[in-house]
């Protein structure tokens, strides 16, 4: 994979609301560093199926706008298969990484939904279930809602969304751990309610001097009854399907696909 990583050098990075990189909710640098080399999974055996559904885009060198583009991970896919792609997330430290591992995307821009415009596109493609980052099932549908209003005729849609089947399934997961030469990870989880599911993460990261530093991140994601999405997405002209994959891959309990195409314009 070109551009690929092994230990940048951060800057101190700046935030949309004027802050340091330390001030983002989610994935700050050491987080999304050892996401981006040690979690490379669910792009990687996400992207077969997910190339395959937008094949059709390349006779009409279409444009495909990724949500939650994370590393560039999946976004280096999409451009090796010769698609025009502009890759968004909200988190500026990801954006640092993907600027790199897909330097070649036509854009790679912050992007925080539900409120921040999504560029209009031939194809919205979202993996790593980034929509039940959003706060409350409220700010989902809005998010849905604006793909679907940004999705050209005939545009397709390939997402993936957490289902209530994906807190029931860990119900009693234990705790894990994950340690390198370079970086360590330990992950709490618990399932408060139905519709949530908290990560509770203490990431540690070697510095130059062979100390350690520490950084702690809860990523609290929502989880919905993704059976009613294709209603709601049905009022925007988009016609879509509930799934277990994109394509050949075997996604997590309770992770499922959403894919469609808009029919009418």
């Not at 987080?31 to 981006?36: G, P």
């Not at 070649?104 to 993996?127: C, Q, T, Y």
């Not at 390198?180 to 618990?190: G, H, Q, R």
């Not at 990523?219 to 049905?234: F, G, K, Q």
Request: glycine content about 10%; hydrophobic content about 40%; proline content about 6%.
């Amino acid at each position: 994979m070109s551009g690929s990583l092994v230990k940048p050098v951060y800057p101190r990075l700046r935030c949309q609301n004027g802050g340091t990189d330390d001030s983002a909710p989610y994935y700050r640098r050491d987080l999304a560093l050892v996401h981006h080399l040690g979690f490379a999974f669910h792009a990687n055996e996400t992207a077969p199926g997910i190339m395959a559904l937008l094949e059709p885009l390349l006779t009409r060198n279409g444009l495909v706008v990724e949500l939650g583009c994370g590393s560039g991970l999946l976004t280096r896919h999409l451009i090796d298969a010769g698609h025009r792609v502009i890759a968004t997330d909200a988190s500026p430290a990801m954006l640092e990484l993907a600027r790199e591992v897909a330097a070649d995307a036509e854009d790679i821009r912050l992007l925080v939904l539900p409120d921040d415009p999504i560029p209009p596109a031939d194809a919205i493609v979202s993996v790593g279930h980034v929509l039940n980052y959003l706060p409350d099932e409220a700010a989902i549908d809005r998010a849905l809602v604006a793909i679907a209003d940004a999705l050209a005729p005939g545009g397709i849609l390939a997402i993936d969304l957490c289902d209530f089947g994906y807190g029931e399934a860990r119900r009693e997961a234990p705790n894990l751990g994950r340690v390198t030469d370079d970086w360590a990870i330990v992950t709490e989880f618990s399932r408060p309610s139905r519709g949530r599911f908290i990560r509770q993460m203490a990431i540690f990261s070697l510095n130059d001097d062979g100390s350690w530093r520490r950084d702690d991140e809860r990523h609290d994601n929502v989880l919905i009854d993704v059976s009613r999405v294709p209603a709601l997405l049905a009022g925007r002209g988009i016609q879509s399907t509930i799934g277990s994959s994109f394509g050949a891959e075997r996604l997590p309990a309770g992770l499922r696909t959403v894919i469609g195409h808009r029919t009418d314009g």
